[in-house]
């Protein structure tokens, strides 16, 4: 490590550390409100009447069709057109917490899909409503079989964190950009800045594969 870019780190280390806290910050928000929606979603996707599982099925199509580039301008862009005027951490948050929605939405199809029907039945035979049923038997079911396939989407939103600094949130991109303007070691805080989103998604995914074990059923 050469001193120049030692010397840069230490002086750019605050900088630094607020890219990485709001990457991580925006990134946790848009999993979770992503994973709410996306359950919303998959809920009519799975047991909706057809004007419901046809709009479900039409959000879910369309906003995986749509690049995430183009979410996170949308949301900023033509949303103020329309007199909702989002900061730059709203409509980052919103853009991938719509993202990853449907991806969540897809992904709980398929889990409860996946589930017995004989426990359905046995649910309603106990007297148990259609969403407790969902609640307590179906959901905790679907979940635990989705479980990795959400970690992927998890990892893959906290990489399209990215690209909010397109619209000027300061993460860890934007940070980079500011510091290498500074002092033109490009490919020393490049290389820095995978590092870190490499570290921050290796820790999603072994946390994820933490919870895998032990949610499973033995």
Known sequence: MSTGFSNELWASRFILLDGIGTCIFVSFLAIVFGTIVGIVVGLPLTYGN????????????FIRGIP????????????????????AMQAGIASLSIFSSAHVAEMLRG????????????????????????????????????????????????KG????????????????????GRNFLSMEFYALAGLIYFI???????????????????
């Open 50 to 61: 057809f004007i419901f599982r046809f709009l479900a099925r039409a959000y879910t199509d």
């Open 68 to 87: 995430v580039l183009v979410l996170i301008l949308t949301f900023y862009f033509v949303l103020s057109v329309l007199g909702l005027n989002l900061t």
């Open 111 to 158: 889990g409860l899909q996946n589930v017995q029907k004989g426990q359905i039945e046995a649910a309603k035979a106990v007297g148990l409503s259609f969403f407790q049923t969902f609640l307590y038997v179906s959901l905790p079911q679907a979940l635990r079989q989705i479980l990795p396939t959400w970690i992927n989407t998890a990892v893959e939103t906290t």
């Open 161 to 180: 964190s990215t690209l909010v600094s397109i619209i000027g949130v300061v993460e860890i991109t934007l940070v980079m950009q500011q510091i290498i």
């Open 200 to 218: 921050i998604c290796f820790s999603i995914e072994r946390f994820g594969k933490f919870i895998e074990k032990k949610v499973a059923i033995k």
